[in-house]
T-cell receptor
Framework: GNSVTQMEGPVTLSEEAFLTINCTYTATGYPSLFWYVQYPGEGLQLLLKATKADDKGSNKGFEATYRKETTSFHLEKGSVQVSDSAVYFCALSGGTSYGKLTFGQGTILTVHP | GAVVSQHPSWVICKSGTSVKIECRSLDFQATTMFWYRQFPKQSLMLMATSNEGSKATYEQGVEKDKFLINHASLTLSTLTVTSAHPEDSSFYIC?????????????FGPGTRLTVL
């Protein structure tokens, strides 16, 4: 079946630091890949997505590239802000479970001024 | 963008009572809605998939008689936690897939915090 593995957190950074959150997946076929963000006390918001190999999703300065050869979808941001503090979830849809999202365990990011 | 609402945003109830949570897609028709449960500092656990006009499909280990799901229209799905107990306290989140979209993107509601005393 499908599975998603994220780097364990929590991740603590200073403002303007570079961010990488690793995400690897296991799936058959050609899944779609997503990053969701959850701010404290809120539901999940779609941050970015990629639907095929070599696609790059980007939004709000965050980027992730769909790498089929390494089955990865790492999230990056060149300069984080305090407002980026949240929980980030990598997810996939498709493969053996069309339509259902399989989530990674989530990574807590805290950015200090 | 696509908006999904949930009501109530939080609820406190006594043990043994039933609680209904509503999930609405506000600006699109959702042929499929999903219900998740999230424990503190943990990932989302899919409970069930709800298709408009048909019975929900529950994930393994989820009691369908405990968590009643109804998807009566293309914009509304409800989750009823029957005879709630303290162990049912959790954050319940719904999501909806836009039936008119070619993508499989899910849009999430803001969640409902359930506390059972």
């Amino acid at each position: 079946g499908n599975s998603v593995t994220q780097m364990e957190g929590p991740v603590t950074l200073s403002e303007e630091a570079f961010l990488t959150i690793n995400c690897t997946y296991t799936a058959t076929g050609y899944p779609s890949l997503f990053w969701y963000v959850q701010y404290p006390g809120e539901g999940l918001q779609l941050l970015l997505k990629a639907t095929k190999a070599d696609d790059k999703g980007s939004n709000k300065g965050f980027e992730a590239t769909y790498r089929k050869e390494t089955t990865s979808f790492h999230l990056e941001k060149g300069s984080v802000q305090v407002s980026d503090s949240a929980v980030y979830f990598c997810a996939l849809s498709g493969g053996t479970s069309y339509g259902k999202l399989t989530f990674g365990q989530g990574t807590i990011l805290t950015v200090h001024p | 963008g696509a908006v999904v609402s949930q009501h109530p945003s939080w609820v406190i109830c006594k043990s043994g009572t039933s609680v209904k949570i509503e999930c609405r897609s506000l600006d699109f028709q959702a042929t499929t809605m999903f219900w998740y449960r999230q424990f503190p500092k943990q990932s989302l656990m899919l409970m069930a998939t709800s298709n408009e006009g048909s019975k929900a499909t529950y994930e393994q280990g989820v009691e369908k008689d405990k968590f009643l799901i109804n998807h009566a229209s293309l914009t509304l799905s409800t989750l009823t936690v029957t005879s709630a107990h303290p162990e049912d306290s959790s954050f319940y989140i719904c999501s909806a897939r836009d039936g008119g979209s070619r993508t499989d993107t899910q849009y999430f509601g803001p969640g409902t915090r359930l506390t059972v005393l």
